[in-house]
């Protein structure tokens, strides 16, 4: 049978010992929090793609408009996205395929793009002036400017306005630019956004027949030998004051050159005017043209100078001059420029 040592003292740690052994295990324990936080995690999220470098006055629209981006991160900190974008001062007017670049978050890295290249397309920022129709209703500014993408500007013929309020005379409302169809145009603005509506009495609303007057700009060397219009007649409607003031509805200005040429051209309509036929609001013009030369006859020892279409062989014959010299009839398809000197 063992016997007990009554005199063996029990162990224990000096405090300067457990000040060793504690600071060791906080030491552990922090070092085991930076090694395990230094670790990289991999994230993967959509990001949104940033436009820079963009000129003004130019339309860019990218697709798609976010990214898919895989990148590792440090476990314990912020976990930060990183920053995608596209440099548009590499992009030319038309369709092309632009790199993806991107900032990587701190302490961070970017492991890939889906997709790594972006469409972007890129036309000019115009503008037109345009006219709101509007049937019985007085519409203050009669006028608006359509902005936007040269290929959304062209798309508007027409200018319309909410559904004005049941019961309200006068109102405030949204202008939208429409297309042939009557669709509204995408990204498009409208200046000014809103315009003042006043609903006129529907009893003075009358429906009429005018034809269509085209309105041609014809440079100096040019001869317009003639025209057609397709309809030759629109169907208008407005209020009897502004209808009854109505003799023909101009078209917007037709350049001319030398040749055969069709056009569709939009019908100037007065404030208050709608067209109900076409309901374009457009027309077909067909003309045909051609050049001028300068041509010098001699009559009786004055010389003459003309323009004349460069099909018309004029002669002397052709011109009608008084004894004294003065001319007094010519072809109508020529332009007399002058009389020289005697010869």
């Not at 010992?17 to 504690?22: A, V």
């Not at 994230?43 to 793609?49: A, F, G, H, P, S």
């Not at 005379?169 to 603005?189: C, F, H, R, T, Y």
Request: proline content about 7%.
């Amino acid at each position: 049978m063992k016997r007990e040592n009554k005199n063996r003292k029990p162990f224990k740690f000096s405090d300067k010992t457990k000040l060793l052994l504690l600071s060791f295990i906080i030491a552990l324990g922090l070092w085991s929090s930076v090694a395990a936080g230094s670790l990289p995690v991999r994230l993967t999220q959509k990001v949104e793609i940033l436009q820079v470098n963009g000129q003004a006055n130019w339309y860019y629209e990218v697709t798609p408009s976010t990214v898919d981006v895989s990148y590792d991160v440090p476990l314990i900190g912020e976990k930060e996205p990183p920053v995608v974008f596209v440099r548009l001062d590499q992009a030319k007017w038309g369709d092309q395929e632009l790199p993806l670049q991107t900032f990587a978050p701190t302490s961070g890295e970017v492991i890939s793009l889906n997709p790594e290249k972006v469409k972007v397309h890129v036309e000019p920022i115009v503008s037109k002036l345009m006219q709101v129709n509007v049937v019985n209703m007085k519409v203050e500014p009669g006028q608006v400017i359509v902005t936007g993408p040269e290929t959304a500007v062209a798309q508007v013929t027409d200018i319309k306005v909410q559904s004005p309020l049941t019961g309200a005379e006068s109102m405030q409302l949204k202008p939208i630019a429409v297309d042939k169809n009557g669709k509204e145009v995408d990204n498009v603005k409208i200046s000014p956004d809103l315009i003042t509506v006043t609903i006129e009495q529907a009893k003075d609303t009358v429906t009429m027949q005018v034809p269509v007057l085209p309105q041609f700009d014809v440079p100096n060397n040019v001869f317009l030998k003639g025209y057609t219009i397709t309809p030759r007649v629109v169907t208008i409607q407005g209020t009897s004051s502004v209808v009854d003031a109505i003799s023909f509805i101009n078209t917007a200005k037709i350049s001319v050159a030398s040749g055969s040429s069709s056009v569709n051209v939009a019908l100037v309509l007065p404030t208050g005017i709608k067209v109900l036929e076409p309901s374009s609001g457009w027309v077909k013009v067909s003309y045909s043209a051609e050049t001028m030369t300068a041509t010098e006859l001699l009559v009786d020892g004055h010389l003459y100078s003309f323009l004349c279409p460069s099909s018309l062989q004029i002669t002397a014959s052709d011109i009608v001059v008084t004894p004294s010299g003065e001319l007094t009839d010519y072809p109508t398809s020529c332009v007399f420029l002058g009389k020289g000197g005697n010869f």
